[in-house]
């Protein structure tokens, strides 16, 4: 499996500098929590991490694929999961995972035997016929994760995936994409809720566009990480 590599990334959005030197790493079948307030510059990197726009300076590498010289090797090896939902709620589940299927290609008894894998990894395959629309928030989102796990990518990034979700759908759906990283995936999960990390995690803390921490989850926060992730962004509570 492979892992994820972001080296010197800077952008500025007109006069504002979104990132201003962005580099980490993650190792193959690592969490990692990019952990940073409200307009740290997280949407932004993973706009970059996407292809959504790229850097002016910088290099991003997906499973040793360099995203400017090898664009789609490095999609091909990559899945997403955006803020925003992308769900036709008028098709059932299975549907939607066909759907995105086909725009990688699949379809048949593969694309079949794929969806419905995905589904019963994050826990959804009984709600297959079942419509987008008429499920909740947890489960709309463990539908996304599945589909982004159709093509079978090394590298998964989550942009703030628990977003609109209660305390046990977001428990729920931290510990699945917690268990993907334990089966090999490498996990890169942007969020600003300290109680999404574990203590085992790999822990990226970014602020005003800048990497202020980079290490185990454990190791930068002590004992009390919430403390020391105010301390270090000066937030307050």
Same mark, same amino acid.
């Given at each position: ?28 079948? !690592? ?6 307030p409200n307009g740290a510059g ?8 996407? !292809? ?57 008894? *593969?694309?079949?035997? !794929? /969806? ?5 990894? &994050? ?18 989102? !463990? ?8 093509h079978r990518p090394e590298v ?11 305390? /046990? ?15 090999? &995936?490498?996990?890169?999960? /942007?969020?600003? &809720?300290?109680? *999404? ?19 185990? /989850? ?20």
């Open positions: 499996m492979g892992g994820l590599t972001v080296e010197g990334i800077s952008h500025d959005w007109g006069a504002r500098r979104a990132l201003d030197g962005v580099s980490f790493s993650v190792e193959p079948g !690592r969490f990692c929590a990019l952990l940073g997280k949407s932004t990197l993973f706009g970059m991490l996407s !292809r959504l726009f790229t850097p002016r300076t910088g290099r991003i590498a997906i499973a040793g694929h360099d995203m400017a010289r090898e664009p789609r090797a490095a999609l091909a090896r990559m899945g997403v999961v955006f803020q925003a939902s992308t769900l036709d709620p008028d098709l059932t589940v299975k549907r939607n995972l066909l759907y995105f299927a086909a725009l990688h290609g699949l379809s048949g008894r *593969e694309a079949e035997t !794929r /969806a419905m894998a995905a589904l019963e990894r &994050l826990g959804m395959a009984e709600r297959a016929g079942e419509k987008a629309a008429k499920l909740n928030g947890g489960h709309r989102r !463990r539908m996304e994760i599945a589909r982004a796990l159709l998964l990034l989550l942009d703030e995936p628990t977003v609109g979700l209660d305390a /046990a759908s977001r428990a729920a759906i931290t510990g699945h994409v917690h268990d993907l990283a334990s089966q090999g &995936l490498t996990v890169l999960w /942007a969020t600003h &809720l300290v109680d *999404e990390v574990r203590a085992t995690d790999r822990l990226v803390v970014l602020h005003r566009g800048r990497v202020l921490a980079d290490g185990e /989850a454990g190791a930068i926060g002590g004992d009390n990480l919430t403390a020391r992730f105010l301390a270090l962004t000066g937030e307050r509570t």
